[in-house]
Structure formats: C-alpha cells, structure tokens
Nanobody, 113 residues
Framework: QVQLVESGGGLVQAGGSLRLSCAASGTMFAISGMGWYRQAPGKQRELVAA???????NYADSVKGRFTISRDNAKNTVYLQMNSLKPEDTALYYC???????WGQGTQVTVSS
C-alpha cells in the first residue's frame, strides 16, 4: 500500500523559509517522478515543482529562484526548500507520487505579511 507522509509546513513571516518533506513508502520510489503542488482557498491546485527519477527539475514561474525541489532516494524522500516566502505562497501543499498517481494528505503553509 502506497503512503506519503508530508511534514514541514507552518506559519512563517514574509521573507522567511520553510522546508517541506515527503516520505514515500515502497520500493519503486527511485524510478518515480515526484511533485509538489499547492492549492489556495478558492483556487485550483497548481504545480509548484517537479523532479524526475533522473533528477531533472521544473518549477512554476512564480517560484523560480526561490524554491528548490530535491530528492534522497536512500530515504525515499522528496524535499521542497522554500525561501523568500511571500503571502501569496500561502496554500495547502501536496506531494504527488507519479508512478502510483497518488497524493499526500497535504501540509499547510501560511505566510504572514
């Protein structure tokens, strides 16, 4: 059974940083692309960042230069380092496991002005 456990969300002031973690179960993690998405109240879920099994990355324009996605295959974990946070980054952040088309439960990020 696939599981994703997200952590690292919280309340931070504008300009601050947070690091999200997503620990995945299973033995197929290393060959799966992974992604971070977010959904703000009243808005559609959107891609924030994604990383392929080979380590290639892509980012939403709104977070380029501020966020970094990375993965540690030995720990079955994908990370999202978020720097220079802005109030508009406030959202529920979800981890996505491409191979299984599976979503985590989400972790809340709130950025105060």
């Amino acid at each position: 059974q696939v599981q994703l456990v997200e952590s690292g969300g919280g309340l931070v002031q504008a300009g601050g940083s947070l690091r999200l973690s997503c620990a995945a179960s299973g033995t197929m993690f290393a060959i799966s692309g992974m992604g971070w998405y977010r959904q703000a109240p009243g808005k559609q879920r959107e891609l924030v960042a994604a990383i392929t099994s080979a380590g290639s990355t892509n980012y939403a324009d709104s977070v380029k230069g501020r966020f970094t996605i990375s993965r540690d295959n030995a720990k079955n974990t994908v990370y999202l380092q978020m720097n220079s946070l802005k109030p508009e980054d406030t959202a529920l952040y979800y981890c996505y496991y491409n191979l299984y088309n599976y979503w985590g439960q989400g972790t809340q990020v709130t950025v105060s002005s």
